[in-house]
């Protein structure tokens, strides 16, 4: 992780920290798995698979959860909202921090994929409804 790697602390850093995180939640792999080495890291093996192998790296759980909401429509709205994200994590990762958009607009893009991906309201256990309109 590049904070990890004695770069200064800046919100440069902390956009590169988020797409890591980012990458972390779809993939559920760490940077430090075991499977990242000779060169390989997370950005690397989500760049690889992008955009058209991208259900190869994501989460087996969010994939059998989509598979579960009604087949094949569930599992490539699963695949469009993956690619839009990921490609946000990968923007954000970039190399030259210069090259990093702000966390403003990632922020912004993310609420436009939630609205494109007509997300409204989250299903949490116990029966309970959380609004997620971003409104």
């Known amino acids: 992780m590049e904070y990890g790697q004695g770069i200064n602390v ?9 797409g890591v995180m980012i990458m972390e939640i779809i993939t559920r792999k760490r940077p430090t ?13 989500v760049c690889s698979a992008f955009p058209n192998q991208v259900l190869d790296i994501v989460d087996i759980s969010l994939k059998h959860e989509a598979y579960l909401e009604e087949g094949s429509g569930a599992l490539h709205k699963l695949e469009q909202c993956c690619i839009h994200i ?24 993310l ?3 939630w609205k494109e ?9 116990m029966g309970k409804n959380v609004d997620m309109s971003l409104d």
């Open 10 to 18: 800046s919100t440069r850093g902390d956009v590169y920290s988020f």
């Open 33 to 45: 798995n075991e499977m990242f080495s000779d060169g390989l890291d997370l950005r690397k093996w």
């Open 86 to 109: 990921l490609d946000e994590g990968m923007m954000c990762t970039e190399e030259n921090p210069q090259k990093r958009p702000l966390i403003s607009s990632v922020a912004q893009r």
């Open 111 to 113: 609420k436009n994929v």
């Open 117 to 125: 991906m007509e997300f409204g309201t989250l299903h949490m256990e």
